[in-house]
């Protein structure tokens, strides 16, 4: 069965930290790894997208990383904003596109 | 583009109503997805559709129905609405394996 677990569910940092937040996939078979972020009330957006072939990705202060090999992804925030405070989502996706697997998601809060 | 649109965006249906979740997408993509989100929990797929005309069953789909007439919409329908249907309905569309867009929500409640 396809599973993704996240690490930790919930996480409060001091505006201008770094963090990072773990995703850990059993997909198979295995396509690309997705975070999305989810604001509160809102739909999940994109961050990055990442191939089995991809070991990191940035998209501004965020940097994803993915290790094939150990099926394990994180998520590296860097000098957070208060508009950083939301769920961010782990997906696995399989190699047809039709079917992802959401982990619960970490719920960040930045404070100032 | 206005993207993903759904309607309404809240709604309180008595128990054994039905109601319709409409989706619309104005990206002409092929895929188009109906998911729930219950507090606190992450997203689990209901239906989700790979062109007008075929949809197939995702994780949790019992008590829900679908139809994809059209590129552009993917109603879901609630028959006979219980107290476990309330959760907040994402609808989302994709090119192929492309990413997702998804759309504002709808939050159900079913008292």
């Known amino acids: 069965k396809n599973q993704v677990e996240q690490s930790p569910q919930s996480l409060i940092i001091l505006e201008g930290k770094n963090c990072t937040l773990q995703?850990?996939?059993?997909?198979?078979?295995?396509?690309?790894l997705r975070w999305y972020k989810q604001d509160t009330g809102r739909g999940p957006v994109s961050l990055t997208i990442?191939?089995?072939?991809?070991n990191t990705k940035s998209n501004g202060r965020y940097t994803a990383t993915l290790d094939a090999d150990t099926k394990q992804s994180s998520l590296h925030i860097t000098a957070s904003q208060l508009s950083d405070s939301a769920s961010y989502i782990c997906?696995?996706?399989?190699?047809?596109?039709?079917?992802?697997?959401f982990g619960g998601g970490t719920r960040l809060m930045v404070k100032p | 583009n206005a993207g993903v649109t759904q309607t309404p965006k809240f709604r309180i249906l008595k128990i054994g109503q039905s109601m319709t979740l409409q989706c619309a997408q104005d990206m002409n993509h092929n895929y188009m997805y109906w998911y729930r989100q219950d507090p606190g929990m992450g997203l689990k797929l209901i239906y989700y559709?790979?062109?007008?005309?075929?949809?197939d069953k995702g994780e949790v789909p019992n008590g829900y129905n679908v139809s994809r007439s059209t590129t552009e919409d993917f109603p879901l329908r609630l028959e006979l609405a219980a107290p476990s249907q309330t959760s907040v309905y994402f609808c989302?569309?994709?090119?192929?394996?492309?990413?997702?867009?998804f759309g504002p929500g709808t939050r159900l409640t079913v008292t």
């Open positions: 559709s790979v062109g007008a005309g075929i949809t």
């Open positions: 997906v696995g996706i399989n190699n047809a596109g039709n079917m992802l697997t």
């Open positions: 989302a569309s994709s090119a192929f394996t492309r990413e997702q867009y």
């Open positions: 990442m191939t089995f072939s991809e």
């Open positions: 995703c850990n996939y059993t997909v198979s078979p295995f396509s690309n």
